[in-house]
């Protein structure tokens, strides 16, 4: 609590008094990520993950460049796992090859294949704890031995698992981004991001953070730290709900593949029930018939709502080929596996019943 106060006062004030801070990043300021608000935020973020310290940004895109340009410059290599969100591509396949950033892409769940990507100037290795849009589970405790085997960083996107479902700190990651947008915040109504882990790493990033000017405001860490205190009641529902409906799918016949780790019927199944506490509310499918019988069923059902993002209290449906993915090439998209009809569903908190129906009155359209 601040003074007392049950819900967090939102400190609307760009600057604060001058304290003979002897550092410029500790001068109290809201691009320098310290005022009350943020403060709030970094020590609640590394508590849930059982980490050492924590940092929001401006987005979930902010926390990615500025982490990864924070390790990386000109001469170096990233190992990056070979299916990732679309923005996270574009940043590594457009804007980092002119700052002479390479990178390698390496599966996931084949980590004897992964000292191949291997460099002299390699500083680090990226992966997501949950792929999107694939929804595969990459080797997370490879990840981690291989990082440390070879004097990288270890560092994975954990949005689509949030912090109730897998802590990446617990099992040896040095960072861990997340789209603070998504399941933290919960409500789709602000744009955050995080990067949680070793205190000294989130030091040297916050100061690249400082001098790029990616902070969050006021009132959206407000809405952020609001956001977080429903976090494991949403999250747990969302496990349950979204393994019904990956079970309800996967049995009709109209279906030609589920994507859900908590499905038994999944590659890395037993990976997951190892790892995570729950599958998370993410999943994407395939129908019979392509893009055309997708674009039928998203426009025939009635409670998820058609647009991108995802985690929020509404379930979210799209074609990521369309959206998260619409900046990869059709080629790249299909080195990925990522079909032009694939469906991603984001399940939102809407009664498991109520959109088992819906979709089965979708699916009877067909």
């Not at 494991?232 to 393994?243: G, K």
Request: proline share 4%.
């Amino acid at each position: 609590m601040i003074e007392g106060a049950v819900s967090m006062p939102i400190f609307q004030s760009s600057t604060f008094a001058y304290r003979g801070e002897n550092d410029y990043h500790a001068i109290r300021y809201i691009r320098l990520n310290n005022t009350p608000n943020h403060v709030a935020l970094h020590k609640k973020l590394a508590a849930i993950e059982g980490a050492e310290d924590a940092l929001v940004t401006a987005s979930g895109m902010a926390a990615i460049a500025g982490t990864l340009l924070t390790l990386l410059g000109t001469g170096d290599h990233l190992i990056t796992q070979d299916c990732l969100y679309g923005g996270t591509h574009d940043l590594l396949n457009v804007e980092f090859p002119r700052l002479g950033i390479t990178h390698d892409l390496v599966d996931g769940s084949a980590p004897a294949t992964w000292s191949r990507a291997l460099k002299p100037n390699t500083k680090a290795i990226y992966v997501e704890s949950i792929s999107n849009p694939l929804i595969r589970v990459a080797d997370l405790k490879a990840v981690v031995a291989f990082a440390r085997a070879h004097g990288l960083v270890s560092i994975i996107d954990n949005t689509f698992t949030s912090p109730v479902n897998f802590r990446p700190a617990e099992h040896g990651f040095d960072l861990s981004i997340h789209s603070g947008t998504k399941y933290l915040n919960g409500h789709s109504d602000i744009v955050a991001g995080a990067v949680i882990g070793r205190a000294e790493l989130i030091d040297r990033i916050n100061r690249t953070q400082g001098h790029l000017g990616g902070a969050l405001d006021p009132h959206a860490c407000f809405l952020l730290h609001r956001g977080m205190k429903t976090l494991a009641v949403r999250v747990r529902h969302q496990n349950e709900s979204a393994l019904k409906i990956a079970t309800f799918l996967q049995a009709r016949d109209e279906i030609m593949a589920v994507n859900y780790p908590g499905l038994e019927s999944h590659p890395e199944y037993a990976r997951a029930r190892e790892l995570f506490d729950g599958c998370g509310g993410m999943m994407s499918f395939e129908l019979q018939g392509g893009v055309r019988t997708a674009e039928a069923f998203i426009n025939a059902v009635k409670l998820p709502i058609s647009a991108p993002s995802l985690g929020g209290v509404e379930s979210l449906i799209t074609r990521p080929a369309t959206t998260s993915h619409v900046g990869m090439s059709r080629a790249d998209r299909a080195r990925a596996g990522i079909g032009d009809g694939l469906i991603r569903l984001s399940v939102g908190l809407e009664a498991t019943d109520d959109l088992i129906a819906d979709f089965s009155q979708a699916l009877g359209q067909l």
